[in-house]
């Protein structure tokens, strides 16, 4: 399995412009997440998802768009780019969240928007 | 969810156990304790987690105090491969929001030679 595979690695995006961070998992996992993170900071919930069709924001959802078409898939669209968005991105996914559920992330998206 | 206390950074050499506090005072009787880690540019990688007693498993022991008020993340062994942001986490059993992860900035523990 290649667990949680999110592409590209680095992009660089002038402000105004728009783009989708690809994640995808092989795990069937029911649910999937996108955190971001800001330099020495912790990680900030985005958007998560318990299964295909369904979507719940998190912590801090403004300026994103998610969708969940299939299982698989979790996209993240940034509509507006504004340097206030250049972070790390991570995608997760979990087979449920009861007790003792793990999260596997993904290898992280940079983002830089100039 | 609870909030948790870690402190921001710790030393350990090459060799000997870590052992990294997590203060979680108002932690509620369906909260579990979790322990993620991050080495650096990578994405976090769960270690452990627990409810009431104590856990071991190949990475790690977790202790938990009787009261649950807080408690210790245990590396036996410490190598340099174990330099990384340290997450405590507390993360409701129950789904929805509540059961997601709220990462707080950890303890950056690094591993001397």
């Known amino acids: 399995n290649a667990g949680v595979t999110q592409t590209p690695k680095f992009r660089i995006l002038k402000i105004g412009q728009s783009m989708t961070l690809q994640c995808t998992q092989d795990?069937?996992?029911?649910?999937m997440y996108w955190y971001r993170q800001d330099p020495g900071m912790g990680l900030k919930l985005i958007y998560y998802?318990?299964?295909?069709?369904?979507?719940d924001k998190g912590e801090v959802p403004n300026g994103y768009n998610v969708s969940r078409s299939t299982t698989e898939d979790f996209p993240l669209r940034l509509e507006l780019a504004a340097p206030s968005q250049t972070s790390v991105y991570f995608c997760?996914?979990?087979?449920?969240?009861?007790?003792?559920?793990?999260?596997?992330f993904g290898s992280g998206t940079q983002l830089s928007v100039l | 969810d609870a909030k948790t206390t870690q402190p921001p950074s710790m030393d350990c050499a090459e060799g000997r156990a870590a052992n990294l506090p997590c203060n979680h005072s108002?932690?509620?009787?369906?909260?579990?304790v979790y322990w993620y880690r991050q080495i650096h540019s990578q994405g976090p990688q769960y270690i452990i987690h627990g409810l009431k007693n104590n856990e071991t498993n190949e990475m790690a022991s977790l202790i938990i105090t009787e009261d649950r008020k807080s408690s210790t993340l245990i590396l036996p062994h410490a190598t340099l491969r174990d330099t990384a942001v340290y997450y405590c986490?507390?993360?409701?059993?129950?789904?929805?929001?509540?059961?997601?992860?709220?990462f707080g900035k950890g303890t950056k523990l690094s591993v001397k030679p």
């Open positions: 998802s318990v299964g295909a069709g369904i979507t």
């Open positions: 997760a996914s979990s087979l449920g969240q009861g007790a003792g559920e793990k999260l596997f």
């Open positions: 986490i507390v993360r409701s059993k129950s789904g929805g929001s509540q059961g997601n992860l709220i």
């Open positions: 795990m069937n996992h029911n649910y």
């Open positions: 108002t932690i509620s009787g369906n909260e579990y």
